[in-house]
C-alpha cells in the first residue's frame, strides 16, 4: 500500500499557508486534563505519601500499602546492572561514559575580578541541590533518558537525583534501573504519571522536595510540570519528536527514508520531513519509504506519523533549503550534504545539528555524547539542549571598597532619587566620603 506523504514546493502559491498547517502543532492538554491533574496536585500536596498510593493503586494496578514498596534500593540498581547481558551492559557503559565526557565540558565555573578601586565584582557557579527526574516506564522504557537526564546534574555537582519511573502492573524495566545505577541515581520510587511530578514538586513524607524536575512523560506528566513550574524548575514542555532532513540528493534514498522513520516509529505524531533541491531525488526517497515500511515493525505508528504530519518538501536551491530550516527550527536536523559544516555555520535554530551522510539522527538519541533532550515544536528559536548548565546556578558577587562604594553611591542616589525610592538613595548616601 502506497504511504501518502505529503509532498509541495516552496514555489507553490500557497507555501506559506502549507508549511503554517504542517508545522501547527497544539501542546496545551485540554480542560479535562487540566482539572484531573489539578486535583491530583492538590491531592499529593495535601495528603502526601497517602495520595501517592491511592493514585498508584488506581492508575498503575499495584497492591501497595506503603511508600516503602515503592522504593527501589542500590543494591536493586546494582543487581539490574550485574544481571544485564554481556552486550547491553557494555553498551550502556560505554553510551554513559561517551554522555559524561561530552558534558564534562559544559561545566561553568566561578570568576571575578578587581576593579582599580579595589571594589570586586563576579560571578559563582554552585549545583542545584537535589533534582527529580522522570523516566517513562512499562513497555515505553527509555534507559537512554536516564543517562541524559542523570549525568548532566550529576556532573553539575548535583547531590541527590531522585528518580520517579512507573511500573504498571508491576513491569519493571531492568534496563533503565541498570541505567540509574550507572549515571549515580541517588534514589528511584516506582511511581509515575501526575502524582509522581507532585511528590516531586512539593514532597511527601518518604519522596523528598526537589529544585527542578526534567524528563519526559506523557500529557499528563507535562501538564503536571506546567502548573508546578514556579514552585520547582522544569527542563522544558516537550511535544513530539521531529527530525528535519536537508538532503542534495546524494545519499543513499534508503538511508534518508530509514532516518525518517526512526523519529516516526516514536508516536503518530511526531514529524519527519524532507528538503530536498532535486525533484527526482525526493521521488526516489518515496519509493524507498515504499519499500522498507512493511520491514518495520513498528509500521502502523510510523505509516500514521509519516501520513499525518511528514513532508518531502522541494525547495528552490540550497540557500532556500537554509532558510527554510532556519523557519521550522527542528529539534533534530540532519544536513546530508557536501559540505555539512558550512552548512551548519548558516544554521541558527535547531536542537541538534547531525552533519554528514554518516551521522544518523539515532546516534545521538543513545551514545554519540551530546545530550538528545532537545527543544521542540520551534522553541529551538528561544531553547537549547538539556545540559550541565540546566543543574547550575550563578550568583552574583560585590564587594565595595569604601573609595568604590563612595562613587558608586553618588551615581546610585542620582538613579534612586529620580525613581523617588528615597530609602534607596539615603542607603547609598551613607557611604560617600565627605
Known amino acids: 500500500m502506497t504511504v501518502n506523504v505529503r509532498k509541495f514546493s516552496s514555489q507553490q502559491n500557497d507555501f506559506e499557508q502549507v508549511m503554517n498547517n504542517l508545522l501547527a502543532w497544539e501542546s496545551v492538554s485540554d ?14 500536596k495535601t495528603q502526601g505519601d497517602a495520595a501517592v498510593i491511592d493514585y498508584t493503586k488506581r492508575f498503575d494496578h499495584l497492591d501497595v500499602a506503603s511508600m516503602a514498596q515503592l522504593e527501589l534500593g542500590q543494591a536493586a540498581l546494582q543487581q539490574a546492572l550485574e544481571s544485564l547481558p554481556a552486550s547491553q551492559k557494555q553498551a550502556l557503559l560505554t553510551a554513559a561514559e561517551r554522555v559524561r565526557r561530552y558534558h564534562e565540558k559544559q561545566k561553568g565555573e566561578s570568576w571575578q575580578y578587581q576593579e582599580t578601586d579595589g571594589t570586586v565584582l563576579g560571578q ?89 524536575i526534567v524528563g519526559p512523560g506523557n500529557i499528563y506528566v507535562a501538564t503536571a510540570k506546567r502548573f508546578v513550574f514556579g514552585e520547582v524548575g522544569i527542563d522544558m514542555i516537550a511535544g513530539p519528536s521531529e527530525i528535519l532532513v536537508v538532503c542534495d540528493g546524494k545519499t543513499d534514498p534508503d538511508w534518508i527514508a530509514m532516518d525518517l522513520f526512526s523519529q516516526a516509529e516514536h508516536d503518530e505524531d511526531a514529524q519527519s520531513i524532507l528538503l530536498s533541491w532535486d525533484a527526482q531525488y525526493i521521488e526516489q526517497v518515496h519509493a524507498s519509504i515504499n519499500k522498507l515500511l512493511p520491514t518495520m515493525e513498528r509500521a502502523d505508528i510510523i505509516r500514521a506519523s509519516i501520513e499525518g504530519r511528514g513532508a518531502l518538501i522541494l525547495v528552490k536551491d540550497e540557500a532556500e533549503a537554509i532558510a527554510v530550516a532556519n523557519r521550522i527550527a527542528p529539534e533534530h536536523l540532519e544536513l546530508s550534504v557536501a559540505d555539512p559544516m558550512a552548512m551548519a555555520k548558516k544554521i541558527r535554530h535547531a536542537g541538534a545539528i547531525f552533519m554528514g551522510r554518516y551521522t544518523a539522527e539515532a546516534l545521538g538519541d543513545y551514545c554519540a555524547g551530546p545530550n538528545h533532550v532537545l527543544p521542540t515544536s520551534g522553541t529551538a528559536r528561544f531553547s537549547s539542549p538539556l545540559g550541565v548548565y540546566d543543574f547550575q546556578k550563578r550568583s552574583s558577587l560585590i564587594m565595595c571598597s569604601a573609595d568604590g562604594a563612595s562613587e558608586l553611591g553618588k551615581v546610585a542616589s542620582v538613579l534612586a532619587r529620580g525613581e523617588s525610592l528615597t530609602a534607596h538613595a539615603r542607603s547609598a548616601e551613607y557611604r560617600i566620603k565627605d
Open 31 to 44: 480542560q479535562s486534563i487540566q482539572h484531573t491533574v489539578l486535583d491530583i496536585l492538590h491531592q499529593v
Open 124 to 212: 559563582q557557579v554552585t549545583p542545584m541541590d537535589r533534582v527529580g527526574i522522570y523516566v517513562p516506564g512499562g513497555k515505553a522504557a527509555y534507559p537512554s533518558s536516564v543517562l541524559m537526564n542523570a549525568i548532566p546534574a550529576h556532573v553539575a555537582g548535583v547531590q541527590e537525583i531522585i528518580m520517579v519511573v512507573p511500573t504498571p502492573r508491576g513491569e519493571v524495566n531492568q534496563l533503565v534501573l541498570a541505567a540509574a545505577a550507572v549515571a549515580g541515581v541517588s534514589r528511584v520510587f516506582t511511581i509515575g504519571g501526575a502524582q509522581a511530578v507532585a511528590a516531586l514538586a512539593y514532597g511527601t513524607q518518604t519522596v523528598p522536595k526537589v529544585d527542578k
